[in-house]
């Protein structure tokens, strides 16, 4: 059974950056075809894709969120980090790290298998 389980502050003052963790356990991060991202719900909202890292370290991001977020990867810890930056207070929500199909969000969660129970995150100064 694959878990995921993020990890970081829970409070970000504005134009700070925001790092979060996710820690998968009963799999690994580099088995072929699989695709790790983050996704996020604002309050009040639906999720939200913001990007994904490859087996291979490859990696895929929202184009609405490509200039502020870098996803990176430590093999050896079985983790991948997200580094979203100049965040602002609409940057609240819940963060989620999932296991997914496909490289992109293509319009269906259903490609994604497992998630980790998610983290909140709010930015206010």
């Known amino acids: 059974q694959v878990q995921l389980q993020e990890s970081g502050p829970g409070l970000v003052k504005p134009s700070q950056t925001l790092s979060l963790t996710c820690t998968v356990s009963?799999?690994?991060?580099?088995?072929?075809?699989?695709?790790w991202s983050w996704v996020r719900q604002p309050p009040g909202k639906g999720l939200e894709w913001m990007g994904a890292i490859s087996y291979t370290g490859g990696t895929y991001y929202s184009p609405s969120l490509k200039s502020r977020t870098s996803i990176s990867r430590d093999t050896s810890k079985n983790q991948f980090t997200l580094q979203l930056s100049s965040v602002t207070p609409e940057d609240t929500a819940v963060y989620y790290c999932?296991?997914?199909?496909?490289?992109?969000?293509?319009?269906?969660?259903?490609?994604?298998?497992?998630w980790g129970q998610g983290t909140q995150v709010t930015v206010s100064s």
């Open positions: 009963g799999g690994s991060i580099t088995t072929i075809y699989y695709y």
């Open positions: 999932a296991r997914g199909s496909v490289a992109r969000y293509r319009g269906d969660y259903g490609n994604y298998d497992y």
